[in-house]
């Protein structure tokens, strides 16, 4: 027999799966369409060659898989913050968005993206920590000081730049590297070093009045002509993490995990079970109690960050497209 727990998510995942099949947006044709692309979890509609309809989906990916189970609410969450600090932050770096007609749909202009993302870290945690401990005290031609615990805080961010794979696993690469390929040249290198950390730096000022730790993030840059514009999601929690303030100094000098919001969390669920992504691993079962409490932390992560209550909001196919629809006519204008 079901708990009261169990029975509401069980009839929460129903309904989420008769939205899903509804709300299956590679089905529609916009106007003016000229491409559409399929990413980990997002559907990425390419309009005139000139902008971009990107709907953040509720499919969840670790360790560059998409696992088999999407989590309700999770694209709304990510594209509601991620609007929310792409307005906070336009008079460091222009931006790619536009306006945002639905929760989890943003129109933005389309850019030509640099083949790197710019990981930046304020703390030894996560991939840097696992480097870390297993005795390599390099990451991306950055040295990692001695001595340091896990979620120490750097002395100043490092920039940890991974190139960016479509299917599979970004690789980490060096400053010199992306340099000496050719990836990108060293003067465009530099400019989105400055604007990385002036980034970073604006996102920690409003994790810290929000009671939080901006410890590691990454960006994703493009360009229109000479301009370099700031493109996709940034500060959530698919691309960010964080940690409570409260209480950090003292779980640090007990030896103590850090409270987080973050997907890592959804990482160490994985490991725990036996998942890191490799071959002949297999994903483990992703139960209506455990999509549950994926949706709520990332509902969780959404107040606390952006200091608003989480609003759920479903819309059937035929509302996606005539609204989608309407704001590409004004964006034409």
Aim: hydrophobic fraction near 35%.
């Amino acid at each position: 027999m079901f708990t009261n727990l169990s029975f509401l998510l069980s009839i929460n995942t129903l309904i989420f799966a008769i939205q899903k099949k509804q709300l299956n947006t590679g089905d529609m044709n916009l106007p003016g369409q000229t491409n559409f692309y399929k990413g980990k979890v997002r559907d990425v509609y390419t309009i005139a060659d000139k902008y971009m309809v990107m709907i953040v989906s509720d499919r969840i990916s670790a360790f560059d898989v998409v696992l088999p189970r999407p989590i309700p609410y999770k694209g709304q969450v990510l594209n509601q913050i991620a609007a929310q600090f792409l307005d906070a932050t336009r008079d460091i770096v222009p931006n790619w968005k536009i306006s945002m007609p639905l929760p989890n749909t943003t129109i933005g202009y389309k850019c030509e993206p640099y083949p790197v993302e710019m990981v930046v870290r304020g703390n030894l945690t996560g991939h840097a920590w696992r480097t870390y401990k297993s005795g390599q005290s390099e990451l991306c031609g950055v040295t990692m000081p001695d001595g340091m615990k896990e979620n120490d805080f750097f002395e100043k961010p490092i920039l940890t730049p991974t190139t960016k794979a479509h299917v599979g696993h970004d690789e980490d690469i060096s400053r010199e590297e992306i340099i000496s390929s050719g990836l990108i040249s060293e003067k465009e290198y530099e400019q989105l070093e400055r604007y990385t950390l002036a980034l970073f730096e604006r996102g920690r000022e409003i994790a810290k009045g929000r009671g939080l730790i901006l410890v590691d993030t990454k960006y994703e840059f493009g360009k229109i002509g000479d301009t370099i514009y700031l493109i996709d999601e940034i500060h959530t929690p698919d691309s960010s993490r964080y940690f409570y303030m409260e209480g950090y100094e003292d779980r640090q000098r007990n030896g103590e995990q850090q409270k987080q919001l973050s997907k890592e969390f959804v990482r160490e669920w994985l490991m725990d079970n036996g998942f890191q992504g490799k071959e002949g691993q297999q994903i483990p079962e992703i139960t209506d109690e455990i999509a549950g409490q994926i949706s709520e932390r990332y509902i969780e992560l959404y107040e606390v960050v952006t200091g608003k209550t989480f609003q759920k909001q479903d819309m059937n196919f035929n509302e996606v497209e005539s609204k989608i629809i309407a704001a590409l006519e004004e964006v034409n204008k």
